[in-house]
């Protein structure tokens, strides 16, 4: 993949917006092509004494700022760079320090960090894959899941008829947005997915995925094989 192709961004319009900014400051084109949207739940918060709570996207992290109910003395632990900066920027702090490609490597990182017996909350969408909760209860943690947002594919009849243009190069944070593209248009463009998880649902949607090593802009860039330098 060659310098000056446009970088698609297919997450919900919120998230995109920081990515599109940093490609504009770098001089990459880029087109905000949101796929996704997120609908805020309101949940109860968890009853007793928590350790840590451990976001794996940026919605959780956000829509964690939003819900205010998190029990006092929480530490709070994120997947990677893109996760943190949204913690940061609502004025949260990760105390976790990693920067790994999945749930399972998170779940990994954490335990190499924070020795069980120890009490989690995972803060994010209803639905959501076993990592890194499956992980973590096997090694004796007690884990809870805090459903704090839905996440649901833009229909198709409200998506643009053809927004591609020939060389776009499509950046996929989640399954639900291969899923959500696969179903508006039959183009097969050249991808780059955030994780492995992601790259696998590509695949069986067509496409042939170059993966990012781990799950931030950076990493999707050099991906690309476009310059991740200001």
Partial sequence: MNAGRRVVLTREAQGNAPWLARLRERGLPALDLPLLRYETLDPPAPAGQWDWALLTSPQ???SLAAWGRLPEGVKLGTLGDGTRAALEAVGL????????????????AFMASVTAPCRILLPGAVSRLSE????LRAAGYVVQEVPLYRTSAVPPGQLPTAPLAAGDV??????????AFAAAWKERPDCVAIGATTAAVAREAGFAPEVAATPDLDAMLRAAGLSSRP
């Fill in 60 to 62: 959780a992290a956000r």
């Fill in 93 to 108: 702090h990760d105390e976790l320090g990693c920067n790994v490609p999945d749930g399972a490597a998170l779940a990994r």
């Fill in 132 to 135: 890194p909760a499956k992980s």
């Fill in 170 to 179: 499509i950046f996929f944070c989640s399954p639900t947005a291969v899923r």
